[in-house]
């Protein structure tokens, strides 16, 4: 499958942060097929939705996040836009915009500037059902927790520090896709 070539070529297949990052965009993966499957009304392209959250997360590589061995120059919060650059030097523009707009529950400009985030100025919102399908499921799972799944009323305190639209987002996500 070509989503492993591609972080392959970024990444160590022997080494402990490309196991982390597999097994986590593994689970992404499966549990975001499995929310579009369960949907079929939404018709989200199950196709893309795998293949984009197995490559989600290629960007940590270049971050400073020592618990998951990655030791690159960046905030570990830039690895979504350092991610999409890295796809679209691949040639896989759509797969880009799952990558930079899967953070938390989307990042606004508004949060940008308020929290002098170190990104781009502009929004990284999930727009299309896969990207949101995808941002939905990575909520629950952590890199540096592979083994446990958390629950949403975890999720739900672990994004009280984002403020009350992050919040909004995953409760709309939670009826919509859970329901």
């Not at 293949?51 to 940590?60: K, M, Q, S, T, V």
């Not at 991610?83 to 400009?109: D, K, Q």
């Not at 919040?167 to 009826?175: A, E, G, M, P, S």
Request: aromatic share 12%; hydrophobic share 35%; with cysteine.
């Amino acid at each position: 499958m070509y989503p492993f070539r591609i972080i392959e070529k970024y990444y160590d297949s022997r080494s402990r942060v490309y196991r982390i990052l597999v097994e986590h965009s593994r689970q992404v993966a499966d549990m975001a097929v499995d929310i579009a499957k369960g949907h079929p009304e939404m018709e989200a392209d199950i196709s893309f939705i795998e293949e984009a959250a197995l490559l989600h997360d290629i960007g940590i590589i270049c971050c400073n996040a020592t618990k998951i061995d990655c030791y690159g120059t960046f905030d570990y919060i830039c690895h979504g836009y350092i991610g999409a650059e890295m796809l679209r030097a691949e040639g896989y523009p759509r797969h880009a915009l799952v990558c930079e707009r899967h953070t938390g529950t989307g990042i606004s400009l508004r949060m940008i500037e308020e929290q002098n985030l170190p990104l781009p100025r502009r929004d990284f919102m999930p727009v299309a059902i896969e990207e949101q399908i995808i941002c939905f499921a990575d909520k629950f799972f952590s890199k540096s927790k592979c083994d446990t799944k958390m629950g949403v009323d975890t999720i739900r305190e672990e994004l009280k520090k984002y403020g009350e639209d992050t919040i909004f987002r995953f409760n709309h996500w939670c009826k919509l896709f859970l329901e």
